[in-house]
């Protein structure tokens, strides 16, 4: 990046910096900006996004995918006050509420949104191209929309027609104003607000295709749509949305290559991301050490459990502090945890087909993404043709080969919250973790909901705990 960029950034950033007692979410930027050019406005979304708090140190905990990361089972269940133990032991009686005294992924979530509106309340005045202009706030609006649904659904509760209009949600920031309070509106609101932004009439303005994974186009925009409908459990319109975002771009990462190269190589500028969005060191799965529970799901010939020396039984009892794990060594991975990629539009065209009963389509969309993660393939559909299935059936087929395939990302926390909202596919968790015992948390348990971090409410009297 060129000094002009750098020093241009820098300044946003210094503008757009949170001001510590002023304003209610500690987020909100205030002052004036010299970004008067279209071109200057761009440059915001020129940007790595990044976080610093990755998914495995509390969503994986709570999906009991991930048993450790940055310290062992031991040294967790050691310290009882702690939001790590309470995740790993599903203690509910420990005050979360009064430890999350900050908490950088929200705080960062609003930044980032706030970047989003400077370039929507400024790019009316600015100077440039009034092409390159709609564009530009086409993206404001769509990556506004992703932010508010990522904490919308990491800080409230499950979208549930029935219940969303009396849920507690989050602050839905579409303004810059520092001094007004940014009320705290329902799920159903929330929902609302994010489809205002991802409307399919911002979608027409976006590139067709984008070559840089950090820049979002329009295969990005209905992906978003799709993820909004179906955490809403609107499968028939989730499907319509997801198999037009795999139209402009299908690819599949094809894992095959593990076998000649005995390691799994991904960039962030691979050909299936959407949007790239990292995490921590940027490198994952890297360092995290699963439960005993997942580790037994992979599938025979899965090709980098069976075919690189990435996963690990030996690191997982050193690194996790648990036998019967395995920890993941190798750093040439940089999964997609917070972004957007072609798998998951398959995999919510998968389940929405089930849902909808086209069982044999959604188990066909499954086995696209399949056929390049496992060796000596056996598709869902074959086993489907020799016997058919019930929902409940293909939805278990599913439900495993997902967890695996999104190990480390938020999906699986989304989908475990979603289907805890459903009678068929409600279910308790229960995590094995040796001579400390097993541990259950139900679909209804208060640890579903992560908590306001205590620097935003205090400030924000409508930010009142949603669990």
């Given at each position: ?7 241009l ?14 304003d ?18 761009e440059?915001?979304?020129n ?17 009991n ?37 900050t ?5 960062t ?27 530009v ?13 990522l ?6 509760g ?24 940014k ?11 994010i489809?205002?932004?991802?409307d399919e ?8 295709k984008?070559?840089?994974s ?9 992906a ?10 609107n ?55 699963i439960?005993r ?50 798998e998951?539009?398959?995999y ?13 389509k959604?188990?066909d ?24 299935m ?29 289907w ?5 596919y409600?279910?308790?968790?229960t ?24 620097n ?12």
């Amino acid at each position: 990046m060129n000094k002009y960029i750098s020093s241009l950034l820098i300044g946003a950033m210094a503008i757009l910096a949170t001001s510590s007692c002023e304003d209610s979410l500690d987020i909100t930027p205030k002052g004036k900006t010299i970004l008067d050019t279209v071109d200057d406005l761009e440059l915001l979304l020129n940007q790595e996004f990044s976080f610093n708090t990755n998914p495995a140190v509390d969503l994986g905990l709570v999906t009991n995918e991930i048993v450790a990361m940055y310290e062992t089972v031991p040294s967790t269940m050691s310290n009882r006050n702690s939001l790590s133990y309470a995740y790993l032991a599903y203690d509910e009686t420990v005050n979360r509420a009064e430890l999350a005294t900050t908490d950088d992924r929200y705080a960062t979530l609003y930044s980032m949104i706030n970047y989003m509106n400077v370039i929507i309340e400024k790019l009316d005045d600015a100077r440039g191209d009034e092409t390159q202009k709609v564009r530009v706030e086409a993206e404001a609006h769509m990556l506004r929309a992703y932010f508010h649904y990522l904490l919308v659904n990491i800080y409230a509760g499950q979208y549930d027609p029935a219940t969303a209009s009396s849920l507690g949600g989050i602050a839905y920031v579409d303004n810059t104003n520092s001094g007004e309070i940014k009320q705290k509106l329902t799920v159903a609101q929330v929902y609302d607000r994010i489809l205002q932004d991802c409307d399919e009439s911002y979608i027409s303005s976006l590139y067709d295709k984008h070559a840089n994974s950090s820049r979002i186009d329009k295969a990005f925009g209905y992906a978003v749509r799709a993820k909004v409908f179906f955490q809403m459990k609107n499968y028939d319109e989730a499907a319509r949305q997801a198999l037009k975002a795999i139209e402009i771009n299908g690819r599949v990462e094809d894992r095959s290559t593990c076998k000649d190269f005995g390691s799994w190589m991904l960039s962030s500028d691979a050909p299936n991301q959407y949007f790239h969005a990292l995490a921590g060191m940027r490198l994952c799965p890297a360092m995290i050490t699963i439960s005993r529970e997942m580790s037994t799901m992979f599938e025979p010939g899965d090709y980098v459990k069976d075919f690189t020396s990435g996963w690990s039984e030996i690191m997982g009892q050193m690194r996790g502090g648990l036998t019967e794990t395995v920890c993941y060594t190798d750093f040439g991975a940089q999964q997609n945890v917070y972004g957007l990629r072609a798998e998951q539009m398959y995999y919510i065209a998968g389940e929405s087909y089930i849902r909808l009963g086209e069982i044999r389509k959604g188990l066909d969309y499954i086995d696209r993404v399949r056929v390049k993660r496992i060796d000596s393939f056996t598709s869902y559909t074959s086993m489907y043709d020799q016997a058919a299935m019930s929902e409940a059936e293909a939805m278990a087929l599913l439900q495993k080969a997902k967890r695996i395939e999104f190990i480390g990302s938020y999906d699986t926390f989304f989908d475990c919250k979603r289907w805890n909202s459903e009678t068929a596919y409600r279910h308790s968790i229960t995590k094995d973790l040796g001579d400390y015992g097993t541990f259950t948390i139900s679909p209804d348990s208060p640890l579903w909901i992560m908590p306001f971090p205590a620097n935003a409410t205090r400030f924000n009297p409508t930010l009142t705990q949603n669990y």
